[in-house]
């Protein structure tokens, strides 16, 4: 297990939490993704009933070895989880780490809820963790996402072509972006705002 991150990390804001991923969320986590039926996305990985058990076996294994950091998204007022993300492909030794696996039900997708997260998340990643650069990756067809990640302040660095086999046995074209951590404080700020003002 890396040293750099701790799986008991807990991320708290204003109006939600980050919690670590456990087995117990599986039911919690399936309902959410059931909110506009998530996993019917071909562009990207949500758990359906069939596939939640290996979602989170797959993501806590990442975990143990110290290669991720997942989370489910809780909101503080009512205590639902609506949706999950996680530090990914992390490498201790050069600090850096990505932000992926995210996906939110439907009735929080374009609410201040993804801005929250991407705050706490990047937070942690650059003034706790001292992260000297945070990626996303996201599908090239994915564009909601792809606008979303740019929204953030993130650069885009360039498309890795024919970069995965889906399990349709397509493609995918992968869109990297990346923060670093000389922008991280005009970041900060711009999320901040964004948040104030939920317009982001």
């Given at each position: 297990m890396s040293?750099?991150?701790?799986?008991?990390?807990l991320l708290r804001g204003r109006t939600l939490s980050l919690e670590p991923l456990a087995p117990?969320?599986?039911?919690a986590l399936v309902a959410?993704?059931?909110?506009?039926?998530?996993?019917r996305l071909w562009y990207t990985s949500v758990p359906s009933l069939e596939s939640i058990a290996g979602y989170i076996d797959t993501?806590?294994?990442?975990?143990?070895?110290?290669?991720a950091l997942p989370f489910v998204v809780r909101l503080q007022d009512t205590g639902e989880i609506v949706g999950s993300t996680r530090?990914?492909?992390?490498?201790?030794?050069?600090?850096?780490?990505?932000?992926?696996?995210t996906w939110y039900a439907?009735?929080?997708?374009?609410?201040?809820?993804?801005?929250?997260?991407?705050?706490?998340?990047?937070q942690h990643a650059f003034e706790t963790l001292e992260t000297i650069a945070v990626e996303f990756r996201t599908h090239w067809m994915n564009r909601a996402s792809r606008a979303a990640i740019a929204r953030l302040g993130a650069k885009?660095?360039?498309?890795?072509?024919?970069?995965?086999?889906?399990?349709?046995?397509?493609?995918?074209?992968?869109?990297?972006?990346?923060?670093?951590?000389s922008?991280?404080?005009g970041v900060k700020r711009h999320l901040q705002s964004a948040l104030d003002s939920h317009d982001l």
């Open positions: 040293s750099w991150i701790d799986p008991q990390t117990a969320h599986a039911h959410a993704a059931g909110d506009g039926e998530l996993w993501a806590l294994a990442q975990a143990r070895v110290g290669l530090y990914c492909n992390v490498d201790a030794r050069n600090r850096r780490l990505e932000i992926g696996y439907k009735r929080v997708q374009r609410s201040a809820v993804n801005t929250e997260c991407k705050l706490l998340l990047l885009q660095d360039g498309v890795l072509r024919n970069h995965q086999r889906l399990a349709d046995g397509s493609y995918r074209d992968t869109v990297v972006f990346s923060i670093i951590e922008e991280w404080p």
